[in-house]
């Protein structure tokens, strides 16, 4: 099959080159010095935001795209703000306001990242929003390739790279 005639839909892997500017016009992220990215179309591997507005593209096209919190991150949330004493961090750690922490989340069983917000008497306050929830992200996206999935990178959920070694 002639991949330049595929579109991008569910169940097949997309390379796109992109780069991400928020609303005050800093940019943010972009594929320029890593290299395109590689997903899997219709797995939720990318913000719904996004990945709707791939859908039946072709490689080789461009588009801007616009994306609300409320298909983005999220809407920020206030109360996702924690006091945490300081006896329950690490004492090796080096805090810094702005910089990014790892917790687990024994509720969900999860890894979440958390933001310094401010060092404080009593303790750090850690800020639990995505650094982007309530973001209007800019992306300026261009399809590279798209091909079909391989049945175990469906059953994965997710693409592999050239170098993936399962
Ligand atoms: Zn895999």
Redesign the pocket.
Known sequence: MNRQQLVVADDTVVQIDYTLTLVDGEVYDSSAESGPLEYLHGHEQLIPGLEAALAGMRAGESKEVVVTPDVGYGEYDPEAVELVPYDAIPSEMDLEVGMTIDLYDEENEQEIEAQVAEIGDDGVVLDLNHPLAGETLHFSVKVIGVRDATA??I??????GED?D?
């Open positions: 175990e990178e059953a994965h959920g997710h693409a592999h993936d399962h």
